[in-house]
């Protein structure tokens, strides 16, 4: 039941997503963008692509590397924190 609630969230979250995207480009209608515009765009799209595929790449090399790796039990022996007896 508490996944068809999550999945129902996702879709009614994906839904208004499009509808006010919809909404944004009925009210840019008929607006010019300058050279500058697009070039800004173009830069972001690149400077956007190129944080993931860094990311990507760092998510890569901590997993073949083993940073990933689990870590490891604590075989210490635990403190004992009651005073001593009299």
């Given amino acids: 039941m508490k996944n068809w609630l999550i999945v129902a969230a996702a879709v009614v979250a994906v839904l208004a997503a499009l509808w006010l995207a ?4 009925d009210l840019s209608a008929g607006a010019e963008m300058s050279f500058d515009g697009y070039a800004a765009m173009v ?18 090399y901590s997993s073949r590397h ?3 790796a689990p870590a490891e039990e604590d075989r210490r022996e635990p403190k004992d924190d009651k005073p001593p007896s009299p």
């Fill in 22 to 25: 919809g909404q944004g480009m």
């Fill in 43 to 60: 830069m972001g799209a690149i400077l956007t692509l190129a944080v993931g595929v860094v990311l990507m790449w760092l998510v890569f």
């Fill in 66 to 68: 083993g940073y990933d």
